[in-house]
């Protein structure tokens, strides 16, 4: 089990306890958790006042995933949440990932079928089951 790291802005400002247990727990459960240097935030902070800016933020994060061939584990529910809704419109709306791709293609990304977003809750449980 592979999955890059989305810590978001969050957890590195205000909860590293939370990064580094989630990094410890995962460790010994055999889960690898792989660290995207180019990662950016998930563009929930700005949703409100720009979608089409945080859909951007978003399949950034979401291609650079797919690129490396990894689904995303998110430790931030809002991140989570962002990133899982922006993998949504963009699924279903052509119109709408043909105009993300066009902003991503200066930054040599594309967003294709983008990456599998799941909180790391929801990949212990998965993953790992309830049992251990």
Same mark, same amino acid.
């Given at each position: 089990?592979?999955?890059?790291?989305?810590?978001? #802005?969050? *957890?590195?400002?205000?909860?590293?306890?939370?990064?580094?247990?989630?990094?410890?727990? =995962?460790?010994?459960?055999? *889960?690898?958790?792989?660290?995207?240097?180019?990662?950016? #935030?998930?563009?929930?902070?700005?949703? =409100?006042?720009?979608?089409?800016?945080?859909?951007?933020?978003?399949?950034?994060?979401?291609?650079?995933?797919?690129?490396?061939? +990894?689904?995303?584990?998110?430790?931030?529910?809002? #991140?989570?949440?962002?990133?899982?809704?922006?993998?949504?419109? +963009?699924?279903?709306?052509?119109?709408?990932?043909?105009?993300?791709?066009?902003? +991503?293609? #200066?930054?040599?990304?594309?967003?294709?079928?983008?990456?599998?977003?799941?909180?790391? =809750?929801?990949?212990?449980?998965?993953?790992?089951?309830?049992?251990?």
């Amino acid at each position: 089990m592979k999955y890059a790291l989305f810590l978001g #802005c969050t *957890i590195p400002a205000r909860a590293r306890n939370y990064e580094l247990s989630a990094r410890n727990v =995962a460790e010994k459960l055999g *889960i690898e958790l792989v660290d995207m240097a180019k990662f950016i #935030c998930c563009g929930f902070p700005i949703k =409100a006042s720009d979608m089409e800016a945080s859909e951007l933020l978003g399949a950034y994060n979401l291609a650079l995933a797919e690129e490396q061939g +990894l689904d995303i584990c998110a430790l931030c529910s809002s #991140c989570t949440s962002a990133l899982s809704e922006t993998s949504h419109l +963009l699924t279903w709306d052509e119109e709408r990932k043909n105009k993300i791709n066009e902003r +991503l293609e #200066c930054m040599g990304l594309q967003y294709g079928k983008g990456a599998k977003v799941k909180h790391f =809750a929801r990949v212990l449980f998965e993953e790992i089951g309830a049992e251990k």
